[in-house]
């Protein structure tokens, strides 16, 4: 298939798909390619900038480079300051959640558990909540 951008006598400006240079001349002289906004069947194909394939490097790119044993994923990075930086609250996190914000509870950062109806509720409350991307560590096997 060929994309070709496509003009019209009106100077609209359009793409389409066609299965060959011969295809898009043949249906364009049977009328059968006609400008959508304004109907003629007028139509060629407009100067555009060639699609031009660069070449791979045969090294891998960061993403495909193995973290070392050593070194922490972001992910885990992350984990380590929440729970640094955060009291873990467990199953209380709807609660202790909702108590902060009512003002019955000292403000401080919490993670914690809470079942997807919970936390909506939480939010539609709101309630200002965000889930973490991983499972707390003592959950995990």
């Known amino acids: 298939m060929i994309h070709y951008d496509l003009n019209c006598a009106e100077g609209h400006r359009f793409d389409g ?3 060959s240079a011969a295809g898009f001349e ?10 959508s906004i304004c109907g003629t069947t007028q139509i060629d ?9 660069v070449a791979r490097s045969d090294k891998g790119s960061v993403a495909d480079t193995p973290l070392s044993p050593d ?8 984990r380590k300051e929440i729970e ?4 873990y609250v467990g199953l ?5 959640a909702r108590a902060m914000h009512e003002g019955r509870s000292e403000a401080r950062a919490i993670h914690g558990e809470a079942k997807p109806a ?6 539609q409350e709101g309630v200002p909540i ?12």
Do not use: Y
């Open 45 to 53: 194909r407009a100067l555009m900038a060639p699609n031009v394939s």
């Open 84 to 87: 640094a930086n955060s009291d």
């Open 92 to 96: 209380r996190f709807v609660d202790e």
């Open 26 to 35: 043949a249906q364009r002289d049977a009328g059968l390619i006609a400008c």
């Open 71 to 78: 070194q922490p994923s972001p992910l885990e990075r992350l």
């Open 118 to 123: 919970e936390a909506a509720a939480l939010l």
């Open 17 to 19: 798909w066609f299965p």
């Open 130 to 141: 965000a889930p973490l991307p991983f499972i707390p560590k003592r959950r995990q096997n």
